[in-house]
């Protein structure tokens, strides 16, 4: 029989995280018909396939920042609309069924509408927010982070920092 062991580094990095989700806000996210989005379209999947990823990416960017939130809060946040970097084109030779393409005129953006509850489920604010970074591309973020979604994460963190840091623990 197999045994599982787990490096002390490892459970102390899986512990750390336990720990930091622990004291984090909790947040729930809800897509308001992503069919609808601006610009959400695959290239080199299935469209349902790359709308669930993407959704689940963003999500992820969410809930990464709102764990600076304090323990008991809830973060609700309702996307309308997401206009993903790049434009998926399909006049490429190696590319038959479109790539996705980043110039500098198809910046990221996404609009959304949030609450954010304290313990006691009485709101602490709320809003209409629209995200947008017309700058993405000149920063030197591309060279230092390859991950899916890099500018849209970005946008999410940006957002997240600069309406929440007064709330923050």
Not at 65 to 88: H, W, Y
Not at 113 to 122: G, T
Not at 139 to 147: A, V, Y
């Amino acid at each position: 029989m197999k045994r599982l062991t787990l490096s002390p580094v490892f459970a102390a990095l899986a512990l750390a995280g336990a720990v930091n989700l622990a004291h984090a806000a909790n947040v729930e996210v809800q897509w308001q018909d992503p069919a609808k989005f601006s610009d959400m379209r695959a290239s080199n999947e299935s469209q349902s396939r790359f709308e669930q990823r993407t959704m689940n990416t963003l999500t992820g960017f969410f809930q990464e920042e709102a764990a600076k939130l304090p323990e008991g809060q809830t973060l609700r946040i309702t996307v309308n609309n997401v206009d993903l970097a790049g434009e998926v084109e399909y006049f490429h030779r190696a590319h038959p069924f479109g790539v996705r393409v980043v110039r500098r005129v198809y910046s990221p953006s996404m609009t959304l509408s949030y609450e954010l509850l304290d313990a006691d489920k009485a709101v602490v604010s709320a809003g209409d927010a629209r995200l947008r970074d017309v700058g993405f591309d000149l920063s030197t973020l591309h060279s230092l982070n390859r991950g899916p979604l890099l500018y849209e994460g970005r946008l999410v963190k940006d957002w997240m920092r600069k309406t929440f840091e007064s709330t923050a623990s």
